[in-house]
């Protein structure tokens, strides 16, 4: 019968030895895993929902089909699959073997290893060796022959000249796996050969690569005593060396054949285009020790199979950034061994495991996660030691302003919320606000769309591509405030939250309308994949797929076509994470265009560095910037016309790009919309338009003429008539006011609160909430001061330098509270409350109408009644403290309170009681050190500290801490330092040089000064 006897010439003893040899490998491998699993369920809960059956499905079609391995490197696919499919079929093999010596003969008697199977069996194992050890020789001679970068462990953007010892563990370990699996496979077609050669069973031929191996060692000398001992010792080498191969698989880069299996399960397909949320009740936001992450993030660490495909495709890398996304697994994997899913003693995750500038330096582009073979999730693992960094405020400066100008204006830029459609007043025809009056379509126009320069052209663009196309959209205006993408992919969950509750808010109150559109990717990805879990939304569709359909229905039709010769950039936000690569081609051919592929092109398209919130940071100096990078590569193919974007970041990045990388003569970088209108001839106006042209400049002229007709009436609100006069309108007399008279200035008598028992030292810090003016203004109706409506709100920043003093002051003391107080209405209490989260202890809002516009000394009159209840040990204010920016409240106050005061105050050295040592700055970078006694009053210089930052999970914790409401009506009608007369829009005019003699100039200077009287 077709079969071969398994134990040949084996005793009793070495029976007993190989299974006791055996079943303890097994029971050490078994521990091995429950050793990891343990290590995993240590691990947090996995914050969104895995589906595992279609997990396991997707698994097994990815792993049958090895899709992954074959992604951006099909000659290591090829070597993988048969590695894979080779080692599958020999494992099979052997369970084949076990399952009818050691289950189904033993127990039942039943044997199925011979005959016609037994034939085909040992067939199948002879081609499955072939190709294991076929697949692991093209992968050494590729490892070893190559040199490829993304194989090398020595980390060239750290500086590194050899490899650290860890390193030089896993290379080790590379070599350790191909060399063993390979000597195990040869070594199993050795005993094949040396059987053939002894037993030449008539079936011999179904063995064909034992057999010619047998027969090659024949040819050399072998007879029957050398083969029987070779086949002797070969038998005990071979299966020793597997069992240690299967009792090492959970410690060394083995471990992935298991680890990958259950990553690829629990692979989340959306990773970065829906981020999970931050658990309220996990005690902390991030991750800031091994134990934070989730099973599923260890799990990914240990999926990894080290083979740099991430390292390859990361824009970080490549440029040279401090970040390879396949270091920062391994680092995480061996501190994560080491530790075993507990936070060591004395070590930092974020500091001396992983560098914060390395996770600073991710774009959240996704590449390195939708590359990668084995479904580990990078970005997501970055995202949350970022959540950690942000939390503790430890972020770069320019990205925390950023942060704060968001939380208080809605947008990136800065700019008044009024200005975010401002764009639309340059158009031929008038644009709906969707918030009066219904529309088919709500356009969400983003950031950049609505505040930069150029991307408002694109804007202006768009919306006459739309109109021509019959689509009837309206904005929401000032209404939108940034969609949040870029903000939650920083790691400010909170501030994310409050973006999509403000937007869900606007849109759920607008008018009716059916669908959205935008021309941001980036506020298509959040708004299409995250605001869902907040509230229902709209559909939304990117301006690429609008146009798509409208050239395919007709609706758009290319007059001239273009003929160009362009280059497409696949959007990150539009295409890896949201699959959208065909429509911005099709418009492309639509209107003519010789489209020629990048070769990192679709979801292989290379990142222009501005996602995860890298566009609101510096770039590290002397680094390419990834934009340079990708306009070198546009720069290498044939004679392009244009490297056409469709987002507005893209668009703002690559032209910039294209300048400092030296290619501003080579090409044109544009926007797909331009090139439509281009095609379509958009520039001539179509006769549909004329009468709204018509009367929007009819309307125009008429409010002119009745601008100059009412000029002599000098009106009580300042016009743009008033702004070209040569000098402003005599100011009507002041609505009664207190007389003034000299006198000694005292604390204002307010009613009493209730003042906790002190409980070591206390500092007040006086606080204000400053108004910030845009461009857009109108004056109240007794032109006095600027309408609310027109006003955005924010914390002084020399009074937040002032505020971090005092936190720090406390902090160094060991004990203590800082109370702010500020003189304000109820709108002052959202600075307040940001205040409180920065971590001051109490709030004081002392407020009465009376006091709007108060000046410097009443307010120093309010800080001084707050400061007789409180009783503080030192008072902290900003040197521009006030209202009006006068800088003088901080020396009233000490002169109102008769305590020693020091001015721009950069240093404090307090002891918590009586010895005060502080440093002030004065003229020049001079440096003025001396003590006071405290009680004191210190004004603050803005760069004494860099002010923590509060997120806006913190601001709405702070809602707990206590703020006390203090009536200032006693202050009403108390004599003033000054008295606001009139406010006025200055007229425009043009700086003049003065020339002459110092006697002539001096001259021309009084006679401007007489004049603008």
Not at 1 to 24: D, K
Not at 403 to 411: E, F, I, R, S, Y
Not at 492 to 504: D, I, K, R, T, Y
Not at 541 to 553: D, I, K, M, Q
Request: glycine letters at 8%.
């Amino acid at each position: 019968m077709e079969t071969r006897e398994l134990f040949w010439e084996i005793g009793p003893t070495a029976y007993v030895v190989f299974y006791a040899v055996a079943y303890s490998v097994i029971a050490f491998f078994l521990w091995s895993v429950l050793r990891h699993i343990l290590k995993y369920r240590r691990g947090a809960s996995h914050p969104l929902p895995v589906d595992v059956w279609a997990g396991i499905g997707r698994m097994i079609r990815e792993v049958l089909s090895q899709r992954p391995a074959f992604r951006r490197d099909r000659f290591a696919g090829h070597g993988h699959t048969q590695i894979f499919y080779g080692f599958v079929l020999l494992f099979i093999g052997t369970s084949i073997i076990t399952l009818e010596y050691e289950i189904t003969e033993p127990l039942f008697g039943f044997t199925f290893w011979q005959g016609g199977f037994y034939l085909v069996f040992s067939l199948v194992m002879d081609i499955a060796g072939v190709a294991l050890i076929a697949g692991l020789i093209f992968m050494i001679w590729r490892r070893a022959g190559f040199r490829l970068a993304k194989l090398e462990y020595r980390r060239s953007y750290r500086g590194e000249a050899e490899l650290r010892p860890p390193a030089r563990g896993w290379r080790r370990e590379d070599w350790l796996f191909v060399g063993v699996l390979l000597l195990i496979t040869v070594t199993g077609f050795l005993q094949e050969a040396v059987r053939l050669s002894m037993d030449q069973p008539p079936w011999q031929a179904w063995s064909p690569v034992g057999l010619g191996l047998a027969r090659v060692l024949e040819g050399l000398g072998m007879d029957a005593e050398g083969a029987a001992a070779v086949r002797s010792a070969n038998w005990w080498f071979h299966g020793m060396l597997s069992l240690a191969f299967i009792a090492a698989i959970p410690w060394y880069k083995a471990k992935h054949m298991i680890a990958a299996l259950g990553s690829l399960v629990i692979r989340d397909p959306k990773v970065l285009s829906r981020l999970p949320r931050v658990d309220e009740e996990a005690g902390h936001v991030g991750v800031a020790s091994i134990e934070q992450f989730s099973w599923k993030d260890a799990l990914n660490f240990d999926a990894c199979i080290r083979c740099g495909k991430c390292h390859e495709a990361c824009p970080a890398t490549t440029v040279g950034a401090p970040l390879s996304p396949r270091d920062l697994i391994l680092d995480l994997r061996e501190h994560n061994d080491a530790a075993q899913g507990r936070a060591p003693e004395g070590v930092s995750l974020i500091g001396d495991i992983i560098d914060p500038e390395t996770l600073w330096a991710c774009t959240s582009c996704g590449a390195c996660s939708e590359v990668c073979p084995v479904g580990i999730e990078h970005p997501a693992i970055i995202l949350q030691m970022r959540r950690h960094l942000v939390e503790q405020g430890e972020m770069d400066p320019q990205l925390q302003s950023t942060l704060d100008t968001v939380a208080n204006l809605g947008n990136s830029f800065g700019e008044n919320p009024r200005k975010r459609g401002a764009w639309t007043k340059d158009l031929e025809f008038p644009v709906k606000d969707i918030r009066e009056e219904p529309a088919d379509v709500l356009w969400f126009v983003g950031d950049y769309a609505s505040f930069d320069p150029r991307n408002q052209k694109v804007n202006q663009t768009v919306a006459r591509l739309l109109r021509s196309a019959g689509i009837d959209f309206a904005l929401l205006y000032e209404g939108e405030r940034t969609a949040g993408n870029d903000i939650r992919r920083v790691g400010e969950e909170g501030l994310f939250e409050s973006l999509v509750e403000h937007n869900l808010d606007q849109m759920n109150g607008a008018k009716k309308f059916s669908w959205i559109i935008t021309t941001d990717p980036h506020s298509y990805n959040t708004i299409k994949n995250e605001y869902p879990e907040f509230g229902e939304v709209a559909p939304i569709r990117h301006y690429s797929a609008v146009l798509a359909e409208l050239f395919e229905t007709g609706k758009l039709k290319p007059i001239k076509p273009l003929g160009k010769r362009v280059t497409f950039h696949d959007p990150c936000y539009l295409g890896r994470l949201n699959g959208e690569y065909e429509a911005s081609r099709a418009v492309l051919r639509a209107i003519g265009c010789e489209l020629v592929e990048m070769p990192r092109n679709r979801d292989n398209s290379f990142c222009c560095g501005a996602g995860g919130g890298r566009i609101w940071m510096p770039d590290p100096p002397g680094l390419e910037r990834p934009s340079e990078n990708r306009m070198h590569e546009a720069a290498a193919l044939d004679d392009i016309d244009y490297f056409v974007t469709c987002c507005p970041k893209d668009l703002t990045m690559f032209e910039d790009a294209r300048k400092t990388s030296g290619h501003e003569k080579d090409f044109v970088v544009t926007d797909l919309a331009e090139l439509v209108a281009e095609a379509i001839e958009l520039e001539s106006i179509p006769l549909k338009d004329v009468p709204s042209l018509v009367e929007r400049i009819t309307d125009a002229v008429a409010n002119q003429i009745a601008a100059v007709e009412a000029a002599p009436a000098a009106p009580a609100v300042a016009t743009e008539v008033e702004a070209t006069t040569a000098r402003p309108p005599t100011p009507p007399e002041p609505a009664a006011e207190a007389a003034w008279s000299p006198g000694p200035v005292t604390a204002a008598e307010l009613p009493p609160y209730e003042v906790p028992a002190k409980e070591g030292p206390r500092i007040m810090v006086a606080v204000k909430h400053v108004a910030v003016l845009g461009d857009e203004y109108a004056f109240t109706e007794d032109g006095r001061d600027v309408q609310e409506d027109y006003l955005d709100h924010a914390l002084n920043e020399w009074d937040d330098a002032a505020l971090e003093e005092a936190l720090l002051t406390v902090e160094r003391a060991g004990a203590g509270e800082v109370v702010a107080v500020t003189v304000g209405p109820e709108g002052a209490e959202a600075t307040l409350r940001k205040v409180l989260a920065k971590g001051a202890h109490r709030a004081v809002r002392v407020w009465n109408d009376s006091l709007v516009g108060a000046d410097p000394v009443t307010v120093a009159r309010a800080l001084a009644g707050v400061a007789v209840q409180e009783q503080p040990d030192l008072i902290f204010t900003g040197v521009q403290s006030s209202d009006h920016a006068h800088g003088a409240t901080g020396t009233v106050l000490a002169r109102i309170l008769r305590l020693p005061y020091a001015a721009v105050v950069i240093y404090v050295e307090w002891d918590g009681a009586s010895k005060l040592v502080v440093t002030r700055e004065l003229e020049g970078g001079v440096r003025h050190r001396f003590e006071l006694p405290s009680p004191a009053v210190l004004t603050v210089q803005t760069g004494i500290n860099t002010p923590r930052y509060a997120t806006m999970r913190m601001i709405k914790q702070a809602k707990d801490k206590p703020l006390v409401v203090v009536d200032g009506s006693s202050l009403a009608g108390t004599p003033a330092g000054y008295v606001v007369r009139r406010m006025y829009t200055p007229p425009k005019s043009q700086a003049e040089m003065l020339e002459g003699s110092a006697e002539e100039v001096a001259a021309a200077i009084a006679k401007i000064i007489r004049e603008k009287r």
